[in-house]
């Protein structure tokens, strides 16, 4: 078959991405450890892919309360450049 796509149409790894930032981490290097060892993914890869999800329709369907918060987050750091 092929990769799991789900009701929405994302992917596995997608929705793992988004589940990730649901949660809260404490202290410096719990996010990027949890990136390393539950997804395999390098941190930089990890941002690339939550960036490019923020403007996917298909995610702000899966998780609009998650999509919509890092949204304006994205937002907030560019109007501060």
Known sequence: MGE???E???GRL????LALERRGF?????KERAIREEL????????????AL?????????DPVTVNRLRRVR???????
């Open 4 to 6: 799991d796509t789900g």
């Open 8 to 10: 929405q149409g994302l």
């Open 14 to 17: 997608e929705r793992d991405v």
């Open 26 to 30: 404490s202290g410096p290097g719990a």
């Open 40 to 51: 395999g993914l390098a941190p930089v890869r990890y941002f690339q892919l939550l960036n």
């Open 54 to 62: 923020l403007d996917d329709a298909r995610a702000l369907a899966h």
């Open 75 to 81: 937002e907030l750091r560019r109007s501060e450049r």
